[in-house]
């Protein structure tokens, strides 16, 4: 069992509070935004909103894979999803909205963006990952933390807690049978995406040319 001084103790457990304070103000940032399009765009992008703070465990078996030790500094320097929010939005172009509109704010700092929209991964996998740095207020200084955002459409998260599930299930080797009728339910997803984007956009020229 090792053992912690009270100063590493502290360290961590001030460094988890200050991503606990990052998360809360991305979920108030998204959450006006969300409640903003109401006004500007007359429907809410997000259906959900989900974040959480990395366990310890997980933290610290992501130090050792990168081959270093286990300290709150290093956590802080090198891993850069100790912070996570998941957000599923109805439509794939309001993925793109959110993301400029918050991506513009000028306290967001963005640090790394993964479009696996434009560019899916081979295994299907489709969503948009960013990392970006917000201030925290601390009562004698102002932190800026990474939080991992990712961001997808209700189909494509759909797909990708299955594809986690059979990841995990098969212990990281899944069989190319399932493999390929995964590629062809993500191919699934992308065509309802598409075609509800394209239904809303009808939907959307008829409200404006006849509106209730
Ligand atoms: P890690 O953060 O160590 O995972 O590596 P990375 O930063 O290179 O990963 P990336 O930004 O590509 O992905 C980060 C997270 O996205 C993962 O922890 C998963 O939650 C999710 N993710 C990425 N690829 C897949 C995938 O193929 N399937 C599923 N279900 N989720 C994925
Ligand atoms: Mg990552």
Not at 38 to 45: E, G, I, R, S, T
Not at 99 to 109: A, G, K, M, P, T
Not at 116 to 140: A, E, M, R
């Amino acid at each position: 069992m090792e053992t912690h001084t009270q100063e590493e103790v502290s360290q961590w457990v001030s460094l988890i509070t200050y991503y606990k304070f990052a998360l809360d103000e991305m979920d108030t940032k998204l959450t006006i935004l969300n409640e903003e399009f109401q006004h500007v765009h007359d429907h809410n992008p997000i259906e959900h909103l989900k974040s959480r703070v990395k366990s310890m465990e997980s933290i610290q078996r992501k130090l050792e894979r990168k081959g270093l030790e286990v300290t709150a500094e290093h956590a802080e320097q090198h891993i850069h999803d100790i912070a996570g929010v998941r957000v599923t939005c109805s439509f794939e172009s309001d993925i793109y909205k959110l993301v400029n509109i918050l991506c513009n704010q000028d306290d967001v700092h963005v640090q790394e963006v993964k479009d696996y929209i434009q560019h899916p991964k081979s295994n299907g996998y489709k969503s948009l990952h960013l990392i970006v740095q917000v201030p925290v207020f601390l009562s004698t200084e102002k932190k800026l933390m990474n939080v991992e955002i990712q961001i997808r459409t209700v189909a494509m998260d759909f797909w990708a807690s299955l594809e986690h599930k059979i990841y995990y299930k098969f212990d990281k080797t899944v069989p190319k049978h399932l493999t390929d009728e995964l590629k062809e339910a993500a191919d699934l997803a992308n065509y309802l995406d598409k075609k509800m984007e394209g239904i809303r956009t009808k939907m959307d020229k008829y409200k404006e040319s006849a509106p209730l």
